[in-house]
C-alpha cells in the first residue's frame, strides 16, 4: 500500500520560510516523478514543482528562485524548502506520486 504522508505546514508571515515534507511508504520516491501542487477556493489545482528519475527539477515561473525540490533517498522523502513567501502563496500544498498517488495535503497560510 502506497502512501505519502506530509508535514510542515503552519501560518508563515510575508517574507519567511517553511519547508514542505512528503514521506514516501510503499514506494521508493526517486523511482518515480514527484510533484508538489497547490489549490486555493475555487481555483484549480496548480503544478509547483517537479523532481523526475533521474533528479531534474521543474518549476512554475512565479516560484523560481525562491522554491526549491528536493529528494532524500535515504529517507524516502520530498521536499519543498519555499523561501520569500508571499500572500499569494497561500494555498492547499499537495505533494503527488506518478500522477497517482496524492498526499493529504497542509495548508499553508501566508499572513501578517
Known amino acids: 500500500q502506497v502512501q505519502l504522508v506530509e508535514s510542515g505546514g503552519g501560518l508563515v508571515q510575508p517574507g519567511g520560510s517553511l519547508r514542505r515534507s512528503c514521506a514516501s511508504s510503499?514506494?521508493?520516491?526517486?523511482?518515480?516523478?514527484v510533484a508538489w501542487y497547490r489549490q486555493t477556493p475555487g481555483k484549480q489545482r496548480e503544478l509547483v514543482a517537479t523532481?523526475?528519475?533521474?533528479?531534474?527539477?521543474t518549476y512554475v515561473e512565479s516560484v523560481k528562485g525562491r522554491f526549491t525540490i528536493y529528494r532524500d533517498n535515504a529517507w524516502n522523502t520530498v521536499y519543498l524548502p519555499m523561501n520569500s513567501l508571499k500572500p499569494e502563496d497561500t494555498a492547499v500544498y499537495y505533494c503527488?506520486?506518478?500522477?497517482?498517488?496524492w498526499g493529504q495535503g497542509i495548508q499553508v497560510p501566508v499572513s501578517s
Open positions: 503527488n506520486s506518478d500522477s497517482t498517488y
Open positions: 510503499g514506494r521508493i520516491v526517486s523511482d518515480y516523478l
Open positions: 523532481i523526475s528519475r533521474g533528479g531534474t527539477t
